[in-house]
Protein backbone atom coordinates (compact mmCIF):
# COMPACT_ATOMS: atom_id res chain seq x y z
CA UNK A 1 0.00 0.00 0.00
CA UNK A 2 1.22 3.46 -0.71
CA UNK A 3 1.53 5.40 2.24
CA UNK A 4 1.17 9.40 2.64
CA UNK A 5 2.16 11.04 0.06
CA UNK A 6 3.89 14.76 -0.09
CA UNK A 7 5.51 16.58 -2.71
CA UNK A 8 8.35 18.19 -2.62
CA UNK A 9 10.49 16.28 -0.78
CA UNK A 10 13.27 19.62 -0.90
CA UNK A 11 11.93 23.08 -1.01
CA UNK A 12 14.22 26.40 -1.56
CA UNK A 13 13.19 29.55 -2.29
CA UNK A 14 13.64 32.70 -1.25
CA UNK A 15 12.43 35.52 0.70
CA UNK A 16 8.57 36.54 -0.52
CA UNK A 17 8.30 33.80 -3.07
CA UNK A 18 4.90 31.63 -2.78
CA UNK A 19 5.37 28.56 -1.67
CA UNK A 20 2.72 25.24 -2.12
CA UNK A 21 2.97 21.78 -0.34
CA UNK A 22 1.34 18.71 -1.69
CA UNK A 23 -0.24 16.13 0.13
CA UNK A 24 -2.23 13.01 -0.54
CA UNK A 25 -3.77 11.37 2.25
CA UNK A 26 -4.44 7.24 2.37
CA UNK A 27 -7.07 6.24 0.46
CA UNK A 28 -10.05 5.39 2.73
CA UNK A 29 -8.53 7.68 5.67
CA UNK A 30 -11.34 10.64 6.45
CA UNK A 31 -8.59 12.79 8.38
CA UNK A 32 -5.58 14.48 7.37
CA UNK A 33 -3.32 16.51 9.45
CA UNK A 34 -0.68 19.68 8.87
CA UNK A 35 2.09 19.89 11.17
CA UNK A 36 5.46 21.52 11.17
CA UNK A 37 8.57 20.32 13.04
CA UNK A 38 11.74 22.49 13.91
CA UNK A 39 14.20 22.10 16.68
CA UNK A 40 12.82 24.95 18.78
CA UNK A 41 9.36 24.26 18.71
CA UNK A 42 9.08 20.24 17.98
CA UNK A 43 5.79 19.03 16.00
CA UNK A 44 3.34 21.55 16.07
CA UNK A 45 -0.25 20.97 14.64
CA UNK A 46 -1.12 23.50 11.97
CA UNK A 47 -4.39 22.47 10.57
CA UNK A 48 -6.72 19.34 10.68
CA UNK A 49 -9.25 18.40 8.47
CA UNK A 50 -12.61 15.85 9.21
CA UNK A 51 -14.05 14.50 5.71
CA UNK A 52 -12.69 17.75 3.67
CA UNK A 53 -13.39 20.33 6.16
CA UNK A 54 -10.82 22.48 8.35
CA UNK A 55 -12.00 21.35 11.94
CA UNK A 56 -9.38 23.28 13.99
CA UNK A 57 -6.93 25.98 12.17
CA UNK A 58 -6.06 27.03 15.17
CA UNK A 59 -2.05 26.38 14.78
CA UNK A 60 -2.05 28.74 11.52
CA UNK A 61 1.22 30.97 12.47
CA UNK A 62 -0.79 33.66 10.73
CA UNK A 63 -2.33 34.80 7.88
CA UNK A 64 0.48 34.30 5.43
CA UNK A 65 -0.41 30.54 5.85
CA UNK A 66 -3.55 28.83 4.18
CA UNK A 67 -4.69 25.03 3.60
CA UNK A 68 -7.21 23.54 1.48
CA UNK A 69 -8.40 20.03 0.95
CA UNK A 70 -10.77 20.26 -2.30
CA UNK A 71 -11.55 16.28 -2.51
CA UNK A 72 -10.62 13.37 -0.29
CA UNK A 73 -7.66 12.19 -2.09
CA UNK A 74 -5.80 15.83 -2.10
CA UNK A 75 -4.31 18.48 0.31
CA UNK A 76 -2.24 21.85 -0.14
CA UNK A 77 -0.53 24.15 2.27
CA UNK A 78 0.44 26.91 0.91
CA UNK A 79 2.33 30.17 2.29
CA UNK A 80 2.49 33.60 0.80
CA UNK A 81 4.85 35.31 1.21
CA UNK A 82 7.18 32.83 2.63
CA UNK A 83 9.43 34.37 4.88
CA UNK A 84 13.26 32.43 6.54
CA UNK A 85 11.05 32.03 9.81
CA UNK A 86 9.43 29.59 8.14
CA UNK A 87 12.09 27.08 7.35
CA UNK A 88 11.07 24.09 8.68
CA UNK A 89 10.12 20.06 7.72
CA UNK A 90 6.51 20.15 7.16
CA UNK A 91 4.67 16.69 7.35
CA UNK A 92 1.04 15.28 6.62
CA UNK A 93 -0.72 13.15 8.25
CA UNK A 94 -3.90 10.88 7.59
CA UNK A 95 -6.15 8.94 9.56
CA UNK A 96 -9.31 6.13 9.46
CA UNK A 97 -11.70 7.70 11.66
CA UNK A 98 -9.96 7.69 15.46
CA UNK A 99 -7.54 5.18 14.52
CA UNK A 100 -3.46 5.59 13.85
CA UNK A 101 -2.31 8.62 12.20
CA UNK A 102 0.23 7.76 9.46
CA UNK A 103 2.83 10.52 8.66
CA UNK A 104 4.17 11.10 5.18
CA UNK A 105 8.10 11.41 4.35
CA UNK A 106 7.66 15.38 4.99
CA UNK A 107 9.02 18.20 2.84
CA UNK A 108 12.08 20.24 3.83
CA UNK A 109 11.76 23.78 3.00
CA UNK A 110 14.46 26.23 3.58
CA UNK A 111 13.82 29.69 2.95
CA UNK A 112 16.50 31.88 2.12
CA UNK B 1 -2.72 24.67 25.22
CA UNK B 2 -1.55 21.32 27.27
CA UNK B 3 2.37 20.90 27.32
CA UNK B 4 4.22 18.14 27.05
CA UNK B 5 7.75 18.19 28.88
CA UNK B 6 10.40 14.84 27.12
CA UNK B 7 13.19 14.02 28.90
CA UNK B 8 15.96 14.21 28.71
CA UNK B 9 16.14 15.86 25.23
CA UNK B 10 19.41 13.57 24.77
CA UNK B 11 20.90 10.45 25.21
CA UNK B 12 23.51 8.97 23.98
CA UNK B 13 24.18 5.35 25.35
CA UNK B 14 26.60 1.91 24.42
CA UNK B 15 25.09 -0.82 23.10
CA UNK B 16 23.78 -3.10 25.32
CA UNK B 17 22.63 -0.93 28.22
CA UNK B 18 19.15 0.22 29.68
CA UNK B 19 17.42 3.59 29.58
CA UNK B 20 14.22 5.54 30.35
CA UNK B 21 12.85 8.48 29.03
CA UNK B 22 9.97 10.21 30.42
CA UNK B 23 6.77 11.94 29.08
CA UNK B 24 5.00 14.33 31.42
CA UNK B 25 2.16 16.83 31.37
CA UNK B 26 -0.38 18.66 34.49
CA UNK B 27 -2.97 17.73 32.30
CA UNK B 28 -4.95 14.52 31.90
CA UNK B 29 -5.00 13.13 28.50
CA UNK B 30 -7.28 10.45 27.05
CA UNK B 31 -4.73 8.40 25.42
CA UNK B 32 -1.14 8.63 24.96
CA UNK B 33 1.02 8.00 22.26
CA UNK B 34 4.74 7.06 21.59
CA UNK B 35 6.20 7.32 17.92
CA UNK B 36 9.75 7.27 16.84
CA UNK B 37 11.35 9.26 13.80
CA UNK B 38 14.16 8.39 11.93
CA UNK B 39 16.34 11.10 10.01
CA UNK B 40 14.44 12.08 6.47
CA UNK B 41 11.42 10.44 7.73
CA UNK B 42 8.00 10.93 9.44
CA UNK B 43 6.98 9.56 12.97
CA UNK B 44 6.16 6.09 13.14
CA UNK B 45 3.77 4.89 15.88
CA UNK B 46 4.92 2.29 18.30
CA UNK B 47 2.44 2.50 20.96
CA UNK B 48 -1.35 3.82 22.30
CA UNK B 49 -1.42 3.85 26.08
CA UNK B 50 -5.35 4.66 27.53
CA UNK B 51 -5.79 3.45 30.71
CA UNK B 52 -4.02 4.65 33.76
CA UNK B 53 -1.55 2.66 35.13
CA UNK B 54 -1.26 0.47 31.71
CA UNK B 55 2.29 -1.46 31.28
CA UNK B 56 2.33 -2.36 27.37
CA UNK B 57 5.13 -4.03 26.09
CA UNK B 58 6.93 -4.28 22.39
CA UNK B 59 10.09 -6.51 22.90
CA UNK B 60 12.66 -4.91 24.40
CA UNK B 61 10.42 -1.73 24.84
CA UNK B 62 8.18 -1.36 27.81
CA UNK B 63 5.74 1.56 27.93
CA UNK B 64 4.15 2.80 31.35
CA UNK B 65 0.84 5.50 31.75
CA UNK B 66 0.54 7.07 34.66
CA UNK B 67 -2.11 6.26 37.05
CA UNK B 68 -3.50 9.56 37.04
CA UNK B 69 -2.62 9.52 33.01
CA UNK B 70 -0.97 12.67 33.26
CA UNK B 71 2.72 11.22 32.75
CA UNK B 72 4.26 8.16 30.80
CA UNK B 73 7.83 6.40 30.33
CA UNK B 74 9.37 4.19 28.02
CA UNK B 75 12.13 2.13 29.03
CA UNK B 76 14.14 0.23 26.80
CA UNK B 77 16.53 -2.92 27.64
CA UNK B 78 19.75 -4.08 26.04
CA UNK B 79 19.79 -1.12 23.43
CA UNK B 80 20.66 -1.39 19.72
CA UNK B 81 21.91 0.51 17.37
CA UNK B 82 18.82 0.18 15.49
CA UNK B 83 16.99 1.62 18.35
CA UNK B 84 18.58 4.87 17.51
CA UNK B 85 16.06 7.88 16.41
CA UNK B 86 13.94 10.69 17.90
CA UNK B 87 11.34 9.24 20.44
CA UNK B 88 8.37 11.38 20.69
CA UNK B 89 5.50 10.82 22.97
CA UNK B 90 1.99 12.52 22.29
CA UNK B 91 -1.25 12.93 24.18
CA UNK B 92 -4.85 13.37 23.18
CA UNK B 93 -7.58 14.86 24.20
CA UNK B 94 -11.14 14.23 23.93
CA UNK B 95 -12.21 18.24 24.63
CA UNK B 96 -9.92 18.65 21.36
CA UNK B 97 -11.72 16.51 18.77
CA UNK B 98 -8.82 14.04 19.31
CA UNK B 99 -6.16 16.02 18.34
CA UNK B 100 -2.36 15.03 19.42
CA UNK B 101 -0.39 17.52 21.42
CA UNK B 102 3.49 16.57 20.90
CA UNK B 103 6.54 16.40 23.54
CA UNK B 104 9.75 18.05 21.75
CA UNK B 105 11.17 14.71 21.91
CA UNK B 106 14.40 12.28 22.99
CA UNK B 107 16.97 11.88 20.52
CA UNK B 108 18.72 8.56 20.99
CA UNK B 109 21.73 7.50 20.11
CA UNK B 110 22.99 3.99 20.83
CA UNK B 111 26.32 3.42 19.90
CA UNK B 112 28.08 0.32 18.50
Redesign the interface.
Given at each position: DAGVIQSPRHEVTEMGQEVTLRCKPISGHNSLFWYRQTMMRGLELLIYFNNNVPIDDSGMPEDRFSAKMPNASFSTLKIQPSEPRDSAVYFCASRPGLGTQYFGPGTRLLVL | TQLLEQSPQFLSIQEGENLTVYCNSSSVFSSLQWYRQEP??????LV?VVTGGEVKKLKRLTFQFGDARKDSSLHITAAQPGDTGLY?CAGEEMS??????????TLLTVNP
Open positions: - | GEGPVLTLSNYKLTFGKG
